[in-house]
């Protein structure tokens, strides 16, 4: 245990001693400029000070940002605007739409491509091709679309993120469905088996490391498209409207205290997402 923890508790220290250096390398000039008009010495460690409390500098400091999200959580109640909890299922919400429109869109197709060899020459390189569009470029084209057609609010963001999330499911399940045994899918052939009843006791079940493997990579980006569809659409609700309301109003210690809720939901998600599947396998008796 202290062998697993030693290696995190010594990279997050170089980390965090980084970011510190570098919040006082950004902020100095503006720090030292503010002592100057102020008539204030501008010794060494007055101007570091100064760096380490500004109200708007340029890199926070970590004492400022876990601050901010304290104030954040703790200070208003979790329905109002000012908590960044609210934000946070906004964006939530969001993502987990899309990752289940992604799931259902990914293992649909990967079902197709491994069951009809015209679909996997045809299909795939589409697949593939889908994902050199930048989502900053394709991101505004689904809110406007969607929205001409009357549709606005959690659709298109859930859109967006399906978009980017379907693609390492549909690669993934292509090849985990593809992963079982041949001689167990041959003595499924020997007691006519149909390929329906193929797919459900056999071929599914033999996906499922290679579907969850994809899912934690999924839901980390669902999150990010969550947080990109908020920004076209001008919305006043989710992290990403945070982050934009935030660059408004140079308030570099709100953009922070919403990257690292942004941070905290995907590394919670993919928590859950662990968890299911150390339940499902764990049943299923895999290792």
């Known amino acids: 245990m ?8 010594v990279m997050t220290l170089l980390l965090l001693a980084a970011w510190y250096i570098g919040a006082a390398w950004l902020n100095w000039p503006q720090a030292a400029e503010t002592l100057a008009r102020a008539g204030k010495p501008a010794e060494f460690a007055d ?8 109200k708007r500098p340029i890199l926070p400091t970590p004492g400022q940002v876990v601050a901010e999200l304290w104030n954040s959580l703790t200070g208003y109640a979790p329905t109002s605007p000012r908590n ?6 906004v964006t939530a919400e969001a993502a987990l739409t899309g990752l289940a429109m992604g799931l259902a869109l990914g ?4 079902a197709g491509i491994v069951y009809t060899r015209t679909l996997e020459a045809s299909l795939l390189p589409w697949v593939i091709a889908s994902q050199t569009i930048p989502i900053l470029a394709i991101a505004p084209m689904i809110v406007v679309i969607l929205g001409n057609i009357g549709l606005t609010g959690l659709l298109p963001k859930a859109v967006i993120c399906m978009y980017l999330c379907f693609f390492p499911i549909t690669v993934g399940m292509v090849k985990g469905l593809r992963s079982a045994d041949p001689l167990w899918l041959d003595l499924m052939r020997t007691y006519s088996a149909s390929g329906m009843r193929a797919f459900w006791s056999l071929r599914l079940p033999a996906s499922m490391p290679f ?10 980006i669902s999150v990010v498209g969550a ?12 992290l990403g409207a945070r982050l934009l309301s935030g660059s408004y ?5 709100q953009i922070w205290a919403a990257l690292i809720m942004a941070s905290l939901l995907s590394v919670a998600l993919i928590a859950v997402v662990r968890g299911l599947e150390l339940v499902l396998l764990g049943r299923a008796g895999a290792r």
């Open 249 to 253: 109003y140079g308030q570099t210690v």
């Open 47 to 54: 101007v570091l000070a100064q760096a380490y409390t500004m």
């Open 107 to 110: 293992i649909l197709l990967a």
């Open 84 to 89: 960044l909890l609210f934000h946070t299922w």
């Open 2 to 9: 202290i062998r697993r923890a030693l290696p995190v508790t």
């Open 211 to 220: 579907l969850f493997a994809s899912l934690k990579v999924s839901v980390a």
């Open 227 to 238: 947080i990109v569809g908020e920004l076209p659409t001008g919305g006043q609700a989710g």
